[in-house]
């Protein structure tokens, strides 16, 4: 069974830094899309990074300078480093991932999800 689950989220001072893990099982990270999406109260999923089978990535312009994503095939795991955090970026965080090779960033094309992980950023 194709499972996906996030872990790493907690409380962090604004300017501080987490890492967020995307710990993959029933499928081999490096053979689907595996991308980080995030939805705070009130507001759309919105999608942050994605790297696809090939190692190809994309990222949305918002967290441009601040979020790294990367994948480690041994661990079967994918991560999300967020830097420089402010307490607008307070939300929850998902992995998702899709058989489909691209590096789209729509939710809605995404068809296995993870529970998802909190942050919070406050001081």
């Known amino acids: 069974q194709l499972q996906l689950v996030e872990s790493g989220g907690g409380l962090v001072q604004p300017g501080g830094s987490l890492r967020l893990s995307c710990a993959a099982s029933?499928?081999?990270?490096?053979?689907?899309?595996v991308a980080w999406f995030r939805q705070a109260p009130g507001k759309e999923r919105e999608g942050l990074w994605v790297?696809?089978?090939?190692?190809?990535?994309n990222y949305a312009n918002s967290v441009e300078g601040r979020f790294t994503i990367s994948r480690d095939n041994a661990k079967n795991m994918v991560y999300l480093q967020m830097k420089i955090l402010r307490p607008e970026f307070a939300a929850d965080y998902c992995c998702?991932?899709?058989?489909?090779?691209?590096?789209?960033?729509?939710?809605?094309?995404?068809?296995?999800w993870g529970q998802g992980t909190r942050v919070t950023v406050s001081s």
């Open positions: 029933g499928f081999t990270v490096d053979s689907y899309t």
């Open positions: 998702a991932a899709r058989k489909h090779p691209d590096d789209s960033l729509k939710a809605r094309l995404y068809d296995r």
């Open positions: 790297i696809n089978p090939n190692g190809g990535t």
